[in-house]
């Protein structure tokens, strides 16, 4: 296999241009992109959500060029999703063929998929598909593709921080999914990496909505006074969780999987799909849980807001009900060391500043929420199954779970409220043009990992006290530390690593 980056692209595009009539949108021109203004990017990871961000987003982007695609799975239709054939349908729409995946059992992703459908559409828009290459290991394409500027980091959870660390150390951006990493030394170190490299980075669950300034705006006014806690529900998740033990075998691995590299940095055990794919963020070895996957979109606005830093303590209760194959085989008292509880709630407490008191965060998942508050019971309302709660000490602000269409309680206050405050003007660079912008500029990201760090810490705490419940652990972050639990200690890192992964972590 040979090298193939951006000196390779432009010179392919050249050399077309030469013998043929290339569109203007490929060669430039007033509202198109030159071909040496493209971002050139490798894809890794090729399941469904990257289907999704990628290849029916991204890859339509005139100023965004794929030379790679990697996952370790070639070409499978049995993929779990959250609808059979939801991936399918957004392929055929973005490629106008209604016959995509025709008789697949269920979702179809993988390398060789992803390639497919990126040069279907290139070669749709006239532009040169000029042979993506497909890997099986990030290691190879990152070795090889010496001239790509960045990668697009959608894989499962406990594979970014190797990833982006990897990419980062070689000075490509990491434009990751979340979480910036799965465990608290991975995340750590993934800080460092972002620090030392010259490439920026930058968390996809960045966003830059008006609400969020509209909500920021209602607080510097004093609308609910100093705010003390924030409250952040879901009815995730709608995957499995309360599991207790790993499986002890597991079916054949199918053919074209490399399961032994989908481990990545954890110890190898049998194959089952029960990790693999959308599940397995419910288990602690790959997953993330619930509030890996979503709070890094509801948690960073009130973090920005606020300018929360790290917690200096965390407390989780989960609930500890026992389940084997979907059975509750027990009820309570038992925690699992494998597996994310089917609900639960998490606490922190965020430090004082010079310019505002301690402020404590709550999570819910699995349906649990906080009380109902008067003012909404006064409305004739309970809340949603999702959503976000300000509360401050005159007055509370009810959001919708990524802290979007805030209202001040009881409606009549708002009312009264209602154009009160103006909100000022802001920058409305999307989140995409946020990193795309920065690769090509040379700049920092408003989403960097530097600009989650505070949360993406949070998270992995969090992760910790769900294994070590019921108690309140406290967090020295200078000396990486709980000062009062060496069972949590153990649990900043992984217990082991597989051979060869350590080294890329650091």
């Avoid at 692209?9 to 050399?15: D, E, N, S």
């Avoid at 790993?246 to 053919?255: C, K, L, N, Q």
Wanted: charge should be positive; glycine fraction near 8%.
């Amino acid at each position: 296999m040979t090298t193939f980056g951006r000196r390779d692209f432009l010179g392919r595009v050249a050399a077309a241009s030469a013998f043929t009539i290339v569109p203007r949108r490929v060669l430039g021109g007033r509202g198109h992109i030159a071909p040496s203004d493209m971002v050139v990017l490798a894809q890794v990871g090729c399941g469904t959500q990257a289907m999704r961000q990628v290849n029916t987003n991204l890859v339509r982007r005139p100023d965004l060029q794929f030379v790679a695609v990697v996952d370790p799975n070639r070409n499978s239709d049995d993929y779990v999703d959250w609808s059979p054939f939801g991936v399918r349908a957004a392929i055929r729409k973005f490629l106008d063929d209604p016959t995509w995946g025709e008789g697949d059992r269920a979702t179809r992703c993988g390398r060789e998929v992803a390639k497919s459908v990126m040069e279907t559409w290139y070669r749709k828009q006239g532009r040169p598909a000029a042979g993506i290459r497909a890997y099986e290991d990030f290691r190879e394409m990152l070795e090889r593709e010496t001239d790509i500027q960045g990668i697009v980091n959608i894989t499962p959870d406990h594979q970014h921080g190797p990833i982006n660390i990897a990419a980062l150390r070689r000075n490509k951006a990491a434009i990751s999914h979340k979480p910036v990493a799965a465990t608290l030394h991975e995340v750590r170190r993934t800080l460092l990496a972002a620090r030392e490299s010259t490439a920026p980075s930058h968390l996809l669950a960045y966003s830059n909505r008006p609400d969020r300034h509209t909500l920021a705006a209602w607080i510097a006014a004093g609308a609910i006074g100093t705010v003390r806690e924030v409250h952040n529900w879901t009815n995730r998740p709608f995957w499995p969780q309360g599991m207790q033990e790993y499986h002890a075998s597991g079916p054949p691995v199918p053919d074209g999987f490399n399961w032994t590299l989908w481990q990545g940095p954890e110890p190898d055990r049998p194959y089952h799909p029960a990790y693999t794919f959308s599940v397995y963020r419910g288990w602690y070895a790959y997953g993330t849980g619930c509030l890996g996957d979503m709070g890094h979109y509801s948690l960073w606005q009130p973090y920005r807001i606020l300018g929360l830093g790290v917690p200096e303590w965390v407390e989780a209760r989960p609930n500890n009900d026992a389940w084997v194959d979907g059975t509750r085989v027990s009820k309570g008292g038992h925690v699992s060391k494998v597996a994310f509880p089917k609900s639960s709630t998490i606490r922190w407490r965020h430090p004082a500043t010079t310019t505002r008191p301690a402020v404590d965060t709550y999570w819910y998942d699995g349906g649990m929420k906080p009380a109902t508050p008067d003012e909404l019971l006064e409305d004739g309302e309970d809340f949603a199954d999702e959503g976000m709660l300000i509360v401050g000490d005159a007055g509370k602000i009810l959001c919708d779970f990524r802290a979007n269409a805030p209202r001040l309680l009881p409606k009549k206050r708002q009312q009264a409220f209602a154009g009160s405050v103006v909100v000022p003007e802001f920058d409305a660079t999307s989140p995409d043009d946020e990193w795309v912008n920065a690769i090509r500029q040379g700049k920092s990201s408003k989403g960097s990992f530097a600009a989650v760090a505070p949360l993406a810490e949070a998270v992995a705490l969090a992760g910790i006290a769900l294994r070590v419940p019921y108690k309140r652990l406290l967090w020295d972050a200078a000396q990486t530390r709980f000062t009062n639990s060496d069972e949590a200690n153990a649990l900043i890192r992984r217990a082991a690593y597989r051979p060869g992964w350590e080294a890329i972590i650091g």
